[in-house]
């Protein structure tokens, strides 16, 4: 539901005879269910029901939802008001019939037109108090602004009567404040919130609130302005006491997550965002279920800052499950399902339609987790869910006004496969220590430091951050001396990093002093990382060094670069070029020119694969498409980053090898940022070089290709005057109401341009072949029909250009046109883009299959063009790129008129 921009690069015109893609072969008739409920696919022995369609009773796009002491359900419109019902008992094969407006029964009456409680993002029924995260600005159609709400029925009517701010929350829209969960042992509230939301006032933290950037890396803040006035923490996790007047800071350093979910012991999991826009980027990080213990860090930074989740002063993920939009999590302990969906996290995917679930295993202090695809649908915009007071899954679907939806989702299976209770997770002893350190994270305790040193060098990667923060959480003067009297390396490693973020200015030598003792040669590839960030943080915390130092640090470090580790590499390369050493532009120069390692596709390395994705949401999954295939070397463009700060070890021939990547690195295709990026690091280049040499190296780094902005490369074609609108199906009679006549050639060609037309489509031999050929389509259809179609794409779908789901038997799907077929598989393409990668799936781990209900056009595609830019380019297809065509010729009424 989080926002999403992307420049959509395909029409899909869908004015073609159906043409089979099946070969004809007979398939088992199914049951053939209404079309919200055809869409779904679901696991088996499961069964969903359709409960209500606010979209269709003109109550909104609702995005939350929580039962209330008396099993009814309560939920909230995106811009609007709250509603409560009663729902009907499973399987009953009935709807919702009773749905009321909530209404707040205050001293002075209300109009029913009047909004007093709603557009909210978080809903929780708790201490007898209906609790609402409120996310908005305030306007003249509801006034009330951000932030944690309290509704109480104080006469016992049935009636809230009493509204209480708990906290005002600065920050609104779709990374704003979002969910509100009751905690584990039901004495406390938690609330999450996304990254352009400012940490209020807080009573305790426990994470440190010294945060920093920590990235010596040359900062490049988002080229297009996205977060550039956010800083850390990001995202973060507080609770609070029921009263709301006790807030603590438990976790920071997210995007934009959108709600929390605890397991049976009482460890908190969260469904973390990715950015779009750095698709293909290094600093790229995809979404991801991410296990939030206490005082934790996950390291968002704003622009390229984002850290590496291998860093040790911020955690990795369970699991990156890939691109997508998150927005709920449950923990199914409470639902009546077969017994692994009781031990699984599941995450809703707005994007994509999926809800996923994940199997925990407990790993160490923390967890291990293999996803599977528990619920999806095409399109199926998840927003909120809970496990209800029956054990059945329900969830809701809309957000942004899109049309909304209710569900409920129950097991239908053998009764043998549900348990009454649920066998729990054994607590292992590595969490049952790292819960006692975490103790330590509250206050100043005489124990903490003597308690946690030990851990320091845990090979439980949990356990040692659990260490270092409580030792950081202690007065400093009580434990720097240890620091530098350890002699255990990893210890030694982990201790310094604590007080490279929590001393001064005049620890710094001492420091680097320390670190250069220890036998690089003896530590593992995860030790080194760890040390080497330690050196960066010593630099990024506590300032620049003087000379002495960066030569001692670059003697250390400058014989172990470069190593056989992409992110070992970036942390050296970036720290080498800090201190000026001399060989480093040479080698990081070589490496740039010759990419290779576990960061050249930084989409490879997730439990989703991006080309399962493009079809399910061509909205969104087209810009998947096209990174996918011309997608830039990551780790090249990290070093043409690092490269731009390099002040020595320059030579003209190195100069130009690296002035010369630029030009080629704007040929590649990542996300909507990169151009920007890669412009924004060469400009930084371009300014240490001499001013005689500034033109000559500017052309060869390619200026030419590029936008005025930099963001883009340079494009001829004209874009459209606007005014911007909305174009809807009642729009098409008035705007042809005088039909198509003395039309403009030249700007039906330019908006078939810049509507991106000719990146999908042919015309007289010129552009793509991704959707049909278009010469001899105004020979076919009307412009009604064509118009209609371009609005709503979706509405019809020719076979031959419709994508097939293929459901398979471990519960997954595949979305995919279908090439051909056989008897022992299908050979499918998921990439308009790259129509000759063909995936292959055996007809064994099929178990059905059924048509796509999407179009691979996306919806509002002409919505930048005015009604005669809208005129105009229609009659450019009726006219089939002929600009002798008559409709283009003054009617014999226009000249007689004139």
């Known amino acids: 539901m989080r926002k999403k921009i992307f420049n959509n690069s395909c029409i899909v015109l869908i004015l073609l005879f159906s043409i089979s893609c099946e070969s004809g072969k007979e398939k088992p008739v199914a049951e053939q269910l209404p079309p919200k409920l055809e869409k779904l696919k679901l696991q088996q022995g499961f069964k969903a029901e359709h409960l209500y369609s606010p979209s269709d009773n003109n109550q909104g796009s609702w995005v939350a939802m929580t039962f209330d002491n008396k099993d009814r359900l309560i939920v909230s419109d995106q811009y609007g008001a709250l509603y409560r019902m009663e729902v009907p008992a499973i399987n009953s094969g009935k709807s919702i019939s009773k749905i009321e407006k909530l209404k707040i029964q205050t001293s002075e009456k209300v109009a029913d037109s009047i909004i007093q409680i709603g557009y909210a993002q978080g809903l929780l029924y708790a201490f007898n108090s209906l609790y609402v995260m409120v996310n908005h600005r305030g306007s003249d159609e509801f006034e009330k602004t951000s932030g944690l709400y309290r509704l109480q029925d104080t006469n016992n009517d049935d009636q809230y009567d009493s509204i209480t701010l708990l906290k005002s929350l600065n920050g609104a829209g779709e990374h704003g404040p979002h969910s509100i969960v009751l905690s584990p042992d039901g004495k406390s509230l938690y609330v999450i919130a996304g990254n352009h939301t400012d940490l209020p006032e807080i009573d305790n933290y426990l994470l440190p609130n010294n945060w920093k950037n920590d990235n010596l890396l040359y900062e490049i803040k988002d080229p297009r302005g996205h977060a550039n006035d956010r800083a850390a923490p990001g995202g973060w996790v507080a609770n609070l006491d029921p009263e709301g007047k006790k807030w603590e800071l438990v976790a920071a350093g997210f995007r934009n997550p959108f709600d929390l979910a605890f397991n049976e012991l009482g460890d908190m999991f969260v469904y973390d965002s990715d950015m779009e826009w750095d698709l293909g980027m290094p600093w790229y990080r995809p979404t991801r279920i991410c296990h939030v213990t206490s005082g934790s860090e996950f390291g968002w930074r704003t622009g390229n800052g984002k850290w590496s989740p291998a860093y040790p002063d911020n955690l990795p993920p369970v699991l990156d499950i890939g691109q997508g939009s998150p927005t709920n999590v449950i923990y199914g302990m409470n639902a009546k399902f077969p017994e692994k969906y009781k031990h699984s996290i599941f995450a809703f995917d707005w994007s994509f339609g999926i809800i996923y679930a994940m199997e925990l295993e407990t790993d160490g202090s923390s967890y291990s987790g293999k996803k599977e695809e528990f619920l999806s649908g095409l399109p199926l915009p998840l927003t909120d869910g809970v496990i209800g007071p029956d054990g059945a899954m329900y969830f809701m679907t809309g957000g942004r006004k899109l049309e909304s939806d209710l569900y409920r989702v129950f097991y239908n299976g053998s009764v043998d496969n549900i348990q009454e209770k649920s066998i729990a997770l054994e607590q292992t002893e590595e969490n049952k220590i790292r819960k006692e350190l975490e103790k330590y994270h509250v206050g100043i305790n005489d124990k903490a430091v003597d308690t946690a040193w030990p851990y320091l060098d845990s090979e439980d990667r ?437």
């Open 462 to 898: 949990f356990i040692r951050y659990a260490a270092r923060i409580a030792i950081e959480q202690q007065p400093v003067a009580t434990w720097q001396n240890k620091v530098y009297a350890e002699e255990n390396s990893v210890k030694k490693i982990n201790a310094a990093i604590a007080l490279a973020r929590q001393g001064s200015k005049n620890q710094q030598d001492k420091l680097v002093s320390l670190l250069t003792t220890i036998d690089y040669s003896k530590l593992t590839l995860s030790q080194q990382v760890d040390l080497v960030r330690a050196f960066e943080l010593c630099l990024s915390r506590l300032g620049e060094p003087n000379g002495k130092v960066k030569n001692t640090i670059a003697d250390y470090l400058a014989p172990h670069y470069p190593s056989e580790s992409d992110v070992l590499n970036q942390l050296l390369s970036k720290t080498l070029v800090y201190v000026d050493d001399a060989s480093v532009v040479s080698k990081t120069l070589t490496l740039l020119e010759t990419p290779q390692g576990e960061n050249v596709d930084v989409m490879a390395n997730t439990a989703t694969d991006a080309a399962d994705l493009i079809l399910r949401n061509p909205q969104y999954g087209m810009s998947i498409a096209e990174t996918l295939k011309n997608m830039p070397p990551a780790q090249s463009t990290f070093y043409g980053n690092v490269l731009s700060n390099a002040k020595k070890g320059w030579t003209p021939e190195l100069h130009e090898r690296y002035f010369k990547w630029f030009y080629k690195a704007f040929s590649f295709k990542a996300g909507r940022s990169y151009i920007g990026f890669i412009d924004k690091a060469r400009k930084n280049a371009l300014s240490k070089v001499s001013k005689d040499k500034f033109e000559f190296y500017n052309q060869m780094s390619g200026d030419s290709l590029l936008s005025s902005s930099g963001n883009e490369l340079a494009s001829h074609a004209i874009q459209p005057k606007g005014p911007r609108k909305n174009w809807a199906e009642e729009d098409i009679a008035p705007l042809l109401a005088d039909g198509l006549t003395n039309r403009n050639f030249e700007q039906g060609r330019n908006m078939f341009l810049a509507t991106n037309c000719i990146t999908c489509h042919s015309m007289k031999g010129e552009g793509q072949n991704i959707g049909p050929e278009l010469s001899q389509i105004g020979t076919r259809f009307s412009p009604e029909d064509m118009l209609r179609s371009i609005i709503d794409p979706n509405d019809v779908i020719s076979d031959q250009y419709n994508s097939t789901v293929f459901i398979l038997k471990d519960g997954n799907s595949v979305v995919g046109r279908l090439i051909s077929e056989n008897d022992k598989e299908y050979k499918i393409s998921q990439n308009p883009y790259a129509p000759d990668v063909i995936r292959s799936i055996s007809r064994s781990d099929v178990v059905s299959t059924k048509m796509s209900t999407v179009s691979l056009m996306p919806p509002g595609t002409i919505n930048r063009l005015n009604d005669d830019e809208v005129k105009d380019l229609l009659a450019y297809l009726i006219a089939g790129g002929n600009s002798d065509n008559a409709i283009f010729k003054k009617s014999e009424n226009s000249a007689s008129a004139k």
